[in-house]
């Protein structure tokens, strides 16, 4: 009894389980970069991708991938949303959540300001290195583009394909990053992990002003 208790426990407060575990991740990996050391975890995420993954044939795959988190197609496919989405509260929305975590992204950058790494760039990139831009925004705009799509598309084979697809993305962007040379492991771990914690708490917020009013 005390067992079937705790897990209906689990399974109604999840999500605040895993904003409690993003935020402890995002803390410690803020910890030792603050302490500006370069952690096995991001030569060993170097080590594999390069391992792995670089070669001729996938670096133009890489530099396309990472354009999928670049501020021209977000910003594009922002607008293109807001004017095709019928519910303008949704839309708002949508601009709303990016305003937000690009803001914070900065805020954060600026305040830790961690340099990039340098050796093995494939690509020029300028500012500051923690969390990952392209890793944290990506997670926060397909993240919430994810709810969106479980909250109002009816067709299941429609939702389960796009939910697959923009859930890859974000992790595929991040992966481009330090394929690139352009990021450090734990710049994208914790730019996912902050964005999680962020998406917990914006969905949230808007399931109780825009979902529950309709």
């Not at 370069?38 to 996938?58: E, T």
């Not at 990472?66 to 708002?92: C, D, E």
């Not at 494939?122 to 500051?128: A, K, M, T, V, W």
């Amino acid at each position: 009894m005390k067992q079937e208790k705790l897990t209906k426990f689990e399974i109604k407060n999840l999500k605040w389980i895993i904003l409690f575990i993003c935020i402890i991740g995002f803390i410690a990996i803020l910890e030792n970069v603050c302490e500006q050391e370069i952690i096995n975890v991001d030569i060993m995420g170097y080590n594999l991708v390069s391992k792995f993954l670089i070669s001729d044939f996938a670096t133009p795959i890489a530099k396309v991938i990472t354009n999928f988190g670049g501020v021209i197609f977000i910003v594009i496919s922002t607008i293109i949303l807001f004017v095709g989405i019928k519910n303008k509260k949704i839309g708002t929305a949508i601009i709303l959540n990016l305003f937000i975590i690009t803001f914070l992204n900065l805020i954060l950058k600026n305040i830790i300001q961690r340099p990039r790494p340098t050796q093995f760039r494939l690509i020029d990139e300028s500012g500051y290195s923690f969390p990952s831009g392209h890793s944290m925004i990506s997670m926060a705009f397909y993240g919430f583009l994810v709810y969106l799509i479980y909250q109002y598309i009816k067709n299941k084979k429609l939702k389960i394909a796009l939910i697959i697809v923009l859930s890859i993305l974000p992790i595929l962007i991040g992966i481009s990053r330090i394929y690139l040379g352009v990021h450090y492991t734990t710049d994208v771990v914790g730019g996912f992990l902050i964005s999680i914690s962020y998406l917990i708490i914006y969905t949230r917020i808007f399931k109780k002003i825009v979902i529950n009013e309709m």
